[in-house]
């Protein structure tokens, strides 16, 4: 409940300096794999990615439906992997390349510089 409590406040505040089709909300959720060389592996605690992963679906969607009119870009529609030697170390929400070539492209898309 303070988690909506205080992105509702959230949204007031971006309100006041931007029109709803300027926010761009960008949907990422942590991998349960991730890659180490030419290896595909499992992070060992997939139980709590999941949990992660269904909380985040919770407050993207009530973001989405408290602030009507936003653009979206949803990274969680393809498969990427994280990335074992990513510059900030491993981590389920640290990804491969392509991730971020991919978020760029929709962005370019997105604010009409593509």
Sequence with gaps: ???KENCLSF???????????R???????WNE??????????FPDTDLIRS???LLRE???FFERAFPGIKVIDMGKKNYLSDKNHRWGL?????????YCDFLD?????SGKA
Excluded: C, T
Aim: without cysteine; hydrophobic residues 45%.
């Design 91 to 99: 981590q389920p929400f640290h990804y491969e390349a392509g991730y």
């Design 52 to 54: 992660h992963n269904n």
């Design 33 to 42: 794999k991730f890659i180490e060389g030419e290896q595909i592996m499992d």
């Design 1 to 3: 409940m303070l988690w």
């Design 11 to 21: 949204i007031s505040r971006i309100r006041n300096y931007f029109p709803a089709q």
């Design 106 to 110: 929709k962005l370019f898309v997105l």
């Design 23 to 29: 926010v761009i909300l960008h949907k990422a959720y």
């Design 59 to 61: 407050y993207y969607a």
